[in-house]
């Protein structure tokens, strides 16, 4: 039997499938459910040693000796701090040396508990990877601790400290056998010719692939899974990702239904966006997705074929919907102006303006999607047109573009940079969250209401400008944006509401309807 506390049940079973066969244990109250884990388990011999600062170097020798992970187990308090001599050995010797410390709850750090200090990030840089395991209550907590068990395991050049916080009761063994719980692996080898031809044959094999690349454009791909609804048909059992972060939460929410996810990243990090990750493989996304596409191109899939006749439909019906005058017809207009001219440098900002770029844009664009809000847009747009003697587009909205406004205060710009500048008084996104609408705050306190406008920051500041408060005034905009010859920076203003922009882009959704 096993202990009753699901984050020691979900590192123990972890312990076993990553492979770990040996733990040397110390003696204690609050690493007891851990050490009888241990003990349990059939594929993992457990080593008694009362001297925790010896007990880091027997786990040490251990290392060098089977040249694969050992466990030391310590319980709370000090215990942990009697480890870091060996620990900073390991770490030179970048040995994978496991910490596992008991720890108490929380709340009781500096209560004056017994054998209770601070032990998360305790050992500092002297380990890889440090984390500190939820108590979980609900799936999502249950995934996290999976997640970060995983994490630390996947570190094979040096040691890492996993933190286990237990509450009381703590000797509850009532648990007949451990989880089945997901696994990572982590592909390190570099990408040779044979790595690459092992994942385009596993990726052909299943029987409902789907390759998602690129950050953030994934065009169309949000009208599609609107349209699947609850269709089983189109879930995948294998997600290939090479891309960033996905914008669509619609997206995501239907790809957490696949049955597991393999990611490719520069670093063989552990980005587990759709809580399905079964595997890591270090290298270029790029390289890999061009692959495979070649080889779905060569040799038809069916699943890829279904996929591909939905997404021909949304993009029939996206290119036949005219939408009244909004943020979404400017977005159409310059989208179409521009391609036709061939431009290609285009930077988004965040919220609204990013999701009317996944339904236009034929290619790829820029945003500052990996942590950012609102902010920075404006500026990195401007810093990109300094290093290059070709248009470059800025579409945002408008408290992106106010917030942002110093970008333009500047000796550096040219008449290369060309701003779109969506503005419906407010944060428009927040018009689309079910439910806020209830809240008497919404407009003035959470969405920013304001009645401001950009000519005088763009006279100030020397910019040529324009203003459209009309379907023809707003394409006679986006001509003159496009096609100018100007030695300044052009910005065009287009006026909207955010009712109107609201009723558009439900209108455009209602249309897809198969």
């Not at 349990?40 to 007990?55: G, H, L, N, Q, W």
């Not at 509850?172 to 690459?196: G, Q, V, Y």
């Not at 059992?237 to 960033?244: A, K, M």
Request: glycine residues 6%; contains cysteine; proline residues 5%.
């Amino acid at each position: 039997m096993y202990s009753s506390k699901t984050n020691v049940n979900i590192l123990t079973s972890l312990l076993q499938s990553h492979g770990v066969r040996a733990a040397v244990v110390c003696p204690g109250s609050r690493n007891a459910p851990i050490v009888h884990n241990l003990n349990e388990c059939p594929d993992i011999t457990c080593y008694p040693v009362t001297d925790e600062r010896s007990a880091g170097f027997y786990a040490l020798g251990m290392v060098q000796a089977l040249e694969s992970p050992v466990a030391v187990c310590v319980t709370s308090g000090t215990a942990l701090l009697n480890l870091a001599p060996a620990v900073a050995e390991a770490y030179y010797q970048e040995r994978p040396l496991i910490v596992i410390s008991a720890d108490r709850p929380p709340q009781w750090i500096d209560q004056l508990d017994g054998q209770t200090l601070p032990q998360p990030d305790a050992l500092g840089r002297f380990v890889r990877k440090a984390v500190t395991l939820p108590e979980p209550h609900d799936v999502e907590e249950r995934w996290y601790c999976n997640r970060l068990v995983n994490e630390a395991l996947l570190v094979q050049h040096g040691p890492v400290h996993i933190n286990v916080p237990i509450s009381e009761p703590l000797f509850d063994f009532n648990t007949e056998s451990l989880p089945l719980e997901r696994k990572i692996t982590l592909t390190t080898a570099e990408l040779t010719d044979r790595t690459l031809s092992h994942l385009v044959r596993m990726f052909l094999l299943a029987k409902r692939p789907m390759l998602i690349s690129g950050q953030p454009l994934n065009a169309n791909l949000d009208e599609a899974v609107y349209l699947v609804g609850d269709d089983e048909r189109y879930v995948p059992d294998l997600v290939l990702y090479t891309g960033g972060s996905m914008v669509s939460k619609r997206v995501k929410h239907f790809l957490r239904k696949a049955k597991e996810t393999w990611v490719v990243n520069r670093w063989g990090e552990v980005t587990d966006t759709f809580q399905n990750l079964t595997r890591v493989v270090q290298g270029d996304g790029d390289v890999v997705a061009d692959l495979v596409r070649f080889h779905v191109e060569q040799q038809p899939h069916p699943f890829v074929e279904l996929w591909a006749a939905l997404l021909k439909h949304v993009q029939q019906q996206r290119d036949s919907f005219e939408p009244d005058y909004s943020q979404m017809a400017a977005v159409r207009a310059l989208e179409q102006r521009a391609g036709r001219s061939g431009f290609n440098m285009f930077h988004y900002g965040n919220s609204s303006a990013i999701r009317l770029a996944n339904i236009y844009a034929h290619h790829s664009v820029f945003c500052n999607r990996g942590v950012n809000g609102i902010e920075g847009s404006l500026s990195t747009a401007a810093g990109f047109s300094c290093m290059t003697g070709d248009l470059v587009f800025c579409v945002l909205g408008d408290l992106s573009f106010f917030y942002d406004q110093n970008a333009l205060w500047n000796q550096n710009l040219r008449g290369n940079l060309r701003i779109l500048l969506l503005n419906n008084g407010k944060g428009g996104i927040f018009n689309m969250l079910p439910g806020l609408e209830q809240s008497p705050a919404r407009d003035r306190l959470v969405a920013a209401e304001h009645h401001t406008t950009a000519a005088g920051i763009c006279q100030q500041n020397g910019l040529d400008f324009r203003q459209a408060t009309d379907l023809q005034s707003m394409h006679e905009g986006i001509g003159w944006l496009v096609e100018t010859e100007s030695e300044h920076p052009l910005l065009l203003e287009v006026l909207t509401s955010a009712a109107d922009d609201e009723r558009v882009l439900k209108a455009y959704y209602r249309s897809l309807s198969i």
